[in-house]
């Protein structure tokens, strides 16, 4: 199954080039819905002017984002050099601590897949 999500430039431009191999979101509705094996095609918003696709390899699910952070070394996210309370922050910025505890939170590992 293949599943549409935005992500914005800095994070966008690191997973094309290999660096990002996490993603980061809440686990709500639409996140519930990954299994592995399924892609995800990742559209760089605002412009919507590239697209990269991943596949599916693994989801780990956690309560909050400082567990996740905790629990997965920062360079598969591609943020070495942050603290994890900055990378907290920069999470909050994107979603509200208030929908984290709604939904908790899940950390999908990603494969690049090649574009034709």
Do not use: C
């Amino acid at each position: 199954m293949e599943h549409n999500m935005g992500l914005y430039e800095t994070p966008f431009n690191s997973m094309k080039s290999g660096r990002k191999k996490v993603e980061v979101r809440l686990n709500d509705e639409k996140r519930r819905k990954l299994r592995i094996g399924d892609t995800i095609r990742f559209t760089k918003v605002p412009e919507s002017n590239e697209t990269l696709t991943v596949e599916v390899i693994e989801l780990r699910e956690f309560p909050t984002f400082q567990e996740m952070y905790e629990s997965i070394p920062a360079s598969d996210f591609d943020a070495v050099g942050g603290s994890i309370d900055e990378m907290i922050a920069r999470t909050y910025r994107i979603y509200t601590p208030e929908e984290e505890k709604a939904w908790g939170t899940v950390a999908i590992k990603i494969k690049l897949l090649e574009e034709y």
